[in-house]
């Protein structure tokens, strides 16, 4: 019996694009990393790749963008320039069904491709997808969709994943990319591909884009690279130099002081817990965690399992001002509920965002991180930056909205809270003299090399 072929679009792909299909097909590779350049036809690849897949292998395939609303933009209302829907790559003779509401399509042989944002993890949870693409990975705010959810269901049914974005920094797509590279894992593929390459715009319009541009996001966009610094960058280099000073590695918990927490909460963005102690002139970040789509009442039982689990205890608990605001469900106050829950907290001033980044920069000197528990932190840290304005070509003296927002939003209400907690306390002079005092008794006045 013969098989019946069946032509799944009209899509013919350029050379490098058919070095992905291959590597799939032909090569037994399951796990890719693409770094392509803008404009070099990303989701057309992708979505016709998981077209091809999906006449291969019965089953539910997912094409994933960081947010649920940037994929119905970008993908499933989204036209090319010919004016076609970008969709109409999949012809309609092979399509079952097509549900606008939840951006699914059925086709002919019973396959499913699902369409959706890699925001809601918990949303993925349960089903049983055999090919995921997650594109403009550098932009994902939840790494865990992947980890958490997407991996082991891969692992599981024999799968395969496509990570396809430009780079933005150093994130989850550049720890892929890593990753990917180290030859830990012989299932990955990876390809670095710069506009020199693929040669997929043409001079005149190349240097119409860079004339917009600055010069970091143009060798970020068109020449992929994960290394150009952010001239908008609000910590970057504060960053670089705690760990050329060896404040970013293992900071361990110190049972003799209490651990307070600043928070940002949010619902469909995470909520944001960073733990910390101040220890003399020390400001030493603990661990921070993060999670989306929680009520409070689990970041309540978060804070009880790291009392029981590392022997937190706590001091202070600092939430914003937008704290004491009424919920709509309850009629409570956050604040109220918390309390309710058991966690009493400090309600911080409000002060303009560029007076709290001030604030940050002032105090990262004595600022201590575990780089194993708070990693996204880290990379939140390096990332957070100022808006790009391409008409005027310089960076707007507002922050640009993206992941890293919501966790250097909880940075910066833990450097706010220092003073208030360093008013209610001996300064930090006091304590390190007093600990001069304990360690080195009658000779604690003497310069250190006379201490003995």
Known sequence: MKHKTIKVSNFK????????????????KRKFVIVWPRRAGKDVASLNLILRQAFKRVGTYYYLYPKYSQCRRAI???????????????????????????????????????????????????????????SEYSRVNHPEAYNGVIAPILAANGGFVVFISTPNGHNAFSNMYKLGISGEDPEFYVEVLTVNETKHISEDVLAQEKSRMSDELFLQEYYCSFEVANTGSYYAKYVHKAYAEQRIGVVKHDSSYPVHTAWDLGYRCPSVIIFYQVIGLRICVLDCYHKTNEDLAHYASVLRSYSNDRKYLYGKHFVPHDAAKHELG???????????????????????????????????????????????????????????????????????????????????????????????????????????ELVYGDNSHFPPIFRG
């Not at 320039?81 to 097509?98: H, N, Q, R, Y």
């Not at 086709?107 to 349960?126: E, K, M, P, W």
């Open 76 to 134: 499933w209302d989204a036209m090319l320039i010919t004016g076609e829907k970008f969709l109409d790559f999949i012809p309609p003779s092979l399509i079952a069904k097509k549900n606008n509401v939840e951006m699914k399509i059925v086709l002919i042989n019973g396959s499913v491709i699902q369409f959706n944002g890699a925001d809601n993890a918990d949303a993925l949870r349960g089903t049983n997808p055999i090919g995921v693409i997650f």
């Open 13 to 28: 792909p350029r050379w490098y694009q058919k070095n992905l299909i291959n590597s799939l097909e032909h090569e037994g």
């Open 330 to 436: 309850s009629g409570e106050t956050r604040l109220q509920i918390l309390r309710r829950l058991g966690v009493e907290t400090v309600i911080l001033p409000r002060l303009l965002v560029n007076d709290g980044i001030e604030i940050v920069r002032h105090k990262f000197s004595r600022i201590f991180i575990d780089a194993n528990n708070c990693s996204r932190l880290l990379e939140a840290l390096e990332h957070y930056s100022r808006k790009w304005d391409s008409v005027s070509k310089r960076f707007m003296n507002k922050d640009k909205e993206d992941w890293s927002n919501d966790f250097c939003d909880a940075f910066r209400y833990m450097c706010i809270s220092l003073s208030r907690l360093e008013a209610n306390e001996r300064s930090p002079e006091e304590f390190d003299k007093r600990y001069r």
